[in-house]
């Protein structure tokens, strides 16, 4: 079981949180449906394995989440982070300087596709891709080509003077048809 990856993409669900909304002593919530929790700790299709799995990795990340809890209702986990686990992440772990740009500059009124270009062009000498999207979600679907700069597929979508987004695992992009 990957435990460390699965870490790691809570530590960074947790650390974009922080960098919108602030840091706060709360309880935080995360919902993620099995597949993809089956893909990030790289557990093939061993369902029967994952409440062991989650106990496992309660064990492995305690010493820095705190006790969490991990609760799942039909398809999909809910992890609820202590305070103590906001805490390790803004005290332990670096603000990720692309994500600060991504998110200060999608938050700006009047926001255009070009801002945005500016932004993953800076962090990637030009090698990012953004795809026009078809559909009701989003607009464009903008990652980098090296996945080692930012793992996540950003799905765009412009309304009249702002714009939103989600990002998305890239694995769990390609299970989505994108």
Same mark, same amino acid.
């Given at each position: 079981? /990957?435990?460390?990856?699965?870490?790691?993409? #809570?530590?960074?669900? =947790?650390?974009?949180? /922080?960098?919108? $909304?602030?840091?706060?002593?709360?309880?935080?919530?995360?919902?993620?449906?099995?597949?993809? $929790?089956?893909?990030?700790?790289?557990?093939? +299709?061993?369902?029967?394995?994952?409440?062991?799995?989650?106990?496992?990795?309660?064990?492995?990340?305690?010493?820095?989440?705190?006790?969490?809890? =991990?609760?799942?209702?039909?398809?999909?986990?809910?992890?609820?982070?202590?305070?103590?686990?906001?805490?390790?992440?803004?005290? /332990?772990?670096?603000?990720?300087?692309?994500?600060? +740009?991504?998110?200060?500059?999608?938050?700006?009124?009047?926001?255009?596709?070009?801002?945005?270009?500016?932004?993953?062009?800076?962090?990637?000498?030009?090698?990012?891709?953004?795809?026009?999207?078809?559909? +009701?979600?989003?607009?464009?679907?903008?990652?980098?080509?090296?996945?080692?700069?930012?793992?996540?597929?950003?799905?765009?979508?412009?309304?009249?003077?702002?714009?939103?987004?989600?990002?998305? #695992?890239?694995?769990?992009?390609? +299970?989505?048809?994108?």
């Amino acid at each position: 079981m /990957q435990y460390a990856a699965l870490e790691r993409m #809570l530590i960074n669900s =947790i650390r974009e949180v /922080q960098m919108k $909304l602030g840091y706060e002593t709360e309880v935080i919530r995360f919902y993620y449906p099995e597949k993809a $929790l089956l893909r990030i700790l790289d557990a093939g +299709e061993a369902k029967a394995d994952v409440k062991e799995a989650m106990k496992e990795f309660k064990a492995y990340v305690k010493d820095r989440l705190g006790e969490i809890k =991990i609760t799942k209702s039909q398809e999909r986990f809910c992890f609820l982070i202590p305070p103590k686990g906001a805490r390790y992440v803004w005290e /332990q772990k670096e603000e990720n300087g692309f994500l600060r +740009e991504f998110i200060d500059t999608i938050e700006k009124p009047g926001i255009q596709l070009e801002d945005l270009k500016t932004v993953f062009h800076k962090y990637s000498d030009g090698k990012y891709i953004c795809k026009r999207c078809e559909g +009701e979600e989003c607009d464009y679907i903008m990652y980098f080509e090296d996945s080692d700069k930012d793992s996540y597929c950003y799905f765009i979508k412009f309304h009249e003077n702002h714009a939103t987004y989600h990002r998305f #695992l890239s694995e769990d992009v390609k +299970e989505m048809g994108f």
